[in-house]
Each structure stands twice: as C-alpha cells, then as structure tokens.
C-alpha cells in the first residue's frame, strides 16, 4: 500500500484489502493472488512476513 499525496488515502498495491485494529497497531492484509517477485517465487504471506523483517 502506499499514500496518495493529493488525497491523503492509503492505496492498495499488493494487498487487495486490509483491516486496522482498534488501537491502530496491528494491520491485517488480504494479499493479491498471482502475485510473484522478479525471480518468479509466489508473494506469499510468508515471504513478505519474512522481506518486512529483515
């Protein structure tokens, strides 16, 4: 996801949808199937858990 700077709204790119929890501090993403990287491994919830870690 990414912020519009015009309009302020978050954007979804990988993610088709997403809640936010009460307090604002967990996201929960629903991710875009089909999605691969460039060496064609699946962007999977895993891999992205995983490349937002390290």
């Known amino acids: 996801m990414k912020l519009d700077q015009e309009t302020g709204e978050i954007v979804p790119l990988l993610a088709e949808s997403w809640t936010v929890s009460p307090d ?20 999977t919830a895993e891999t992205c858990g995983s490349a937002s870690s390290g």
């Open 24 to 43: 604002g501090r967990t996201y929960d993403f629903t991710l875009r199937p089909g999605v691969t990287f460039a060496d064609g491994e699946a962007f």
